[in-house]
């Protein structure tokens, strides 16, 4: 998946580390054997090369993530889309070699045509891609779904008080320090995480803090990005266009369910702040931050986020809340 992974165990488990090491690298191995882009015999290749001819068979694994993306892509209008493996190389986004020049609009629009999510077939063990020449990347949701498998069988092996991360793609338990609870009556301390500062490497702009079972994915156009005659690009597209995204910095979301932060972020930074909410809503649960690309700092708030969500005080100001018609603003002064 061309990321790291880090298994984070508190104290004291029943499930030693080793344990919890072994099943986070056979998982997230399997899923990485099922789905590498870059191979050249797995089930994601020849699901591809069957584009436009054939069903191919497929493992359960594989039939969940594609059934999970055209939930995701169903939710979002499409802008969350998984069959944009012909604009993902158009745009040289996994390459060690971008393309010397920006492709020009016959050639977007060709890879528009082989495009679409609605194209993916899929019926007990087996799955079709419809159109010739269609290609699925799972790069928007396979980490999540991952972090969901690792998760699970974690827990089913006994494992308590833990956090899965696969690139920023990740799920707790429990707490960082169960033994502590109680001692002085303060309240136990939860999981927390940083969100990126998208603008001052190294900086946060706030924090989320975690309950039991919760996950958290971002997607940022600081991560990974492509340099075409000079100008940089997100390795986001957006599949009603074809083209990267521009104007978001990096969206945060939150939900009991890594999978669908992961499809949802990439989703939600395709439609920035004027469009979030109705995919949000679409999705039972979920909650977001979304950064746009632009100076001052923004922090736009889905509902309900800032029950999870603190900013540094620095940033107090920088809060804005998503709510179509509501016309009034809440006061930062909440934080
Ligand atoms: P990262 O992979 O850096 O964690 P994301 O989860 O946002 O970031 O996934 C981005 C990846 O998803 C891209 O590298 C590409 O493989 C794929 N992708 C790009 N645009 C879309 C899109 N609109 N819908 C679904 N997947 C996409
Ligand atoms: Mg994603």
Request: hydrophobic share 40%; proline share 7%; glycine share 12%.
């Amino acid at each position: 998946m061309g990321t790291y992974a880090v298994v984070t165990v508190a104290e004291g488990n029943r499930a030693g580390l080793e344990t919890v090491y072994g099943i986070a690298r056979s998982e997230a191995g399997r899923v990485e054997a099922l789905l590498n882009p870059f191979a050249e015999d797995n089930e994601l290749a020849r699901l591809n090369a069957g584009a436009g001819a054939t069903w191919v068979s497929v493992s359960g694994d594989t039939l969940a993530v594609l059934g999970e993306s055209l939930r995701y892509a169903e939710a979002s209008g499409g802008a969350f889309d998984p069959t944009v493996g012909p604009l993902v190389r158009l745009w040289g986004i996994h390459l060690s070699e971008p393309p010397p020049k920006v492709p020009d609009a016959e050639r977007i629009a060709e890879a528009l045509r082989q495009t679409g999510y609605r194209h993916i077939r899929l019926r007990e063990g087996e799955a079709f891609l419809a159109q010739p020449g269609m290609r699925v990347d799972p790069g928007g949701i396979a980490k999540g779904y991952a972090v969901d498998l690792c998760y699970e069988r974690m827990l089913r092996s006994g494992a308590r008080n833990f956090m899965v991360n696969i690139g920023g793609n990740l799920r707790v338990h429990g707490l960082p320090r169960p033994g502590k609870t109680g001692r002085n009556r303060a309240a136990p301390r939860p999981w927390t995480v940083g969100v990126r500062n998208p603008f001052v490497p190294g900086g946060i702009v706030g924090t989320f803090r975690l309950d039991t079972g919760m996950a958290v994915a971002t997607s940022g156009h600081y991560e990974r990005f492509v340099h075409i005659e000079g100008r940089r690009f997100a390795h986001i597209l957006d599949p009603r266009t074809g083209i990267p995204v521009e104007g978001m910095a990096g969206v945060t979301v939150a939900s009991t369910n890594a999978t669908q932060c992961d499809a949802l972020s990439t989703a939600l930074f395709v439609l920035g702040v004027e469009e979030a909410l109705p995919a949000l809503e679409a999705v039972d649960g979920s909650r977001a931050l979304l950064i746009p690309d632009r100076q001052p700092l923004e922090l736009h708030l889905s509902p309900g986020l800032e029950d999870i969500f603190e900013p540094l005080p620095e940033f107090a100001d920088a809060v804005r809340h998503l709510a179509p018609g509501r016309g009034r603003q809440r006061s930062p002064a909440h934080f």
